[in-house]
């Protein structure tokens, strides 16, 4: 058993973690957590809540290409927010960039803070590799 890990060049550095771990023999990826940070360490959308979830939901579009895979292939994600309550807010912002209201199985989770200041969210997925 081996594992593959993957940064795209599209996403900012990854200081201290990989954005995708890819567990072989198997057809699993696990992405870390993705924010609303460009390449050069900015954050997209200021303090606006939905921005930040689009702009995360497209860092983690980035990872599912980076390994083949699709929104479809998502099976679990991960919500870390400082505004666990705003779902509606989030979930507006997720079914914008993944273009449906199909859902994996997810978790949200309220947090204090987040690794770069000014951060509102952080989102993770479980993927299952196709084919």
């Known amino acids: 058993m081996s594992r593959k890990l993957i940064n795209p060049p599209e996403l900012h550095p990854a200081p201290g973690f990989s954005h995708i771990t890819v567990a072989e023999p198997g057809r699993v990826a696990y ?3 993705q924010v609303a940070l460009a390449p ?6 200021g303090d606006d809540l939905g921005a930040q ?6 860092n983690i ?3 599912l290409k980076a390994v ?6 998502v ?20 079914e914008a960039v ?3 209201q199909e859902h994996p199985a997810q978790t949200i989770i309220g947090v204090t803070g ?12 479980t993927v299952r590799l196709p084919e």
């Open 40 to 45: 050069d360490f900015s954050i997209v959308g």
């Open 114 to 125: 987040l690794a770069v200041p000014g951060l509102l969210i952080e989102i993770e997925v």
């Open 31 to 33: 992405i870390a957590g």
């Open 98 to 100: 993944q273009g449906n």
């Open 61 to 63: 579009e980035v990872t």
């Open 68 to 73: 083949g895979a699709s929104w479809g292939d």
């Open 75 to 94: 099976v679990r994600r991960t919500i870390y927010t400082l505004h666990p309550t705003e779902y509606e807010v989030i979930t507006q912002a997720i």
């Open 53 to 58: 979830t689009q702009a995360a939901m497209r």
